[in-house]
């Protein structure tokens, strides 16, 4: 199959989405991202050979929020490896992404890792294997995104440290059950850091394209994960990363993809690609609106996706 024309195609599907960035709603949760303006909208694609293409806002950083679930799951699965699913369930939740309802029944073992439980869970074993948690997961992203630049936004943090009565319960509630080993405050703050991690598109493809290349950076030539771990966390993207929309966004994108309420995606096809899109305004299921169609026009047109 010849290489699809990607930068006419990104092109296009800003032209042809423009139109819908009046639908949706701006996360509302936390004052800072509610002032991000709703008419954003960018998408980068990076290949593995190198070749790296943009259109629209695609440089400006963003708060990535839930995609940051990522790198502390691959921190913590080079931690402890495998052990970490003795606390952490690896089935789609079907309930919104911050939901309590499941946790009681499941006796404190969250769904998934990528649910606000199951991040919880995944920062406090990231927490207890690292000295300096935040140092390393900063430098971590850095490194994958080749850009040493790249910050968290303390107003961000703060905003969701103040805001936060809801993964405070979790937390609490998880620790009911004995699974949190870390104080919970330390747990939260390093939750809250990793949600205010800011980057734009170029960062989060260029930031992935270690899970399209079997775990190992491009850049550095550095193995994060071992191949048989990058496939497994592209396989939870696909089945959880987009919360209870997850099911949906596999039959209409086909590639395995991780959102966060700052109206961030970023979506790997193993052994070709890393895309990611940014627009701030979301869809019922917290994920974003026009983000989702671009996705699925993407596939749509290039032919690509992992099926
Ligand atoms: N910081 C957000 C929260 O904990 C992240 C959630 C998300 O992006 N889905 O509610």
Known sequence: MSTPDYQRILDEIRA?????????????????????????????????????????????????????KVYTLTLALQAVGERLWERVGREPSGSAFNSLVQLEVEHGVPRNPFINAGALVVADVVLGSHADARADLLATVRGCAANPDLRDDPEVAASEQAHGYRNAALANFIRSFDNLAQPIDAVLDFYFYQCSLAMSCV???????????????????????SPDLAKRINALMLTCGTYDAAGDFAYHVG????????????????????????????????????GSLALERFTSKTGLSIF
Do not use: H
């Open 16 to 68: 042809e989405l423009r139109p819908l960035l009046a639908q949706g709603e701006v996360a509302n949760y936390i004052p800072r991202l509610a002032s991000v303006p709703r008419g954003k909208f960018g998408m980068a694609v990076v290949t593995l050979d190198g070749q790296l293409y943009r259109t629209g806002d695609a440089d400006e950083p963003f708060s990535i929020q839930s995609i940051s």
């Open 203 to 225: 960062d989060l493809a260029r930031g992935f394209l270690f899970l399209a290349n079997q775990g190992r950076c491009p850049w550095s030539g550095k193995a994060l994960l």
């Open 255 to 290: 590639m395995p993809a991780k959102s966060g309420v700052g109206g961030g995606i970023v979506a790997v096809i193993p052994g070709k690609l890393a895309i990611a899109v940014w627009s701030p305004a979301l869809n019922a299921k917290g994920n974003s609106l026009a």
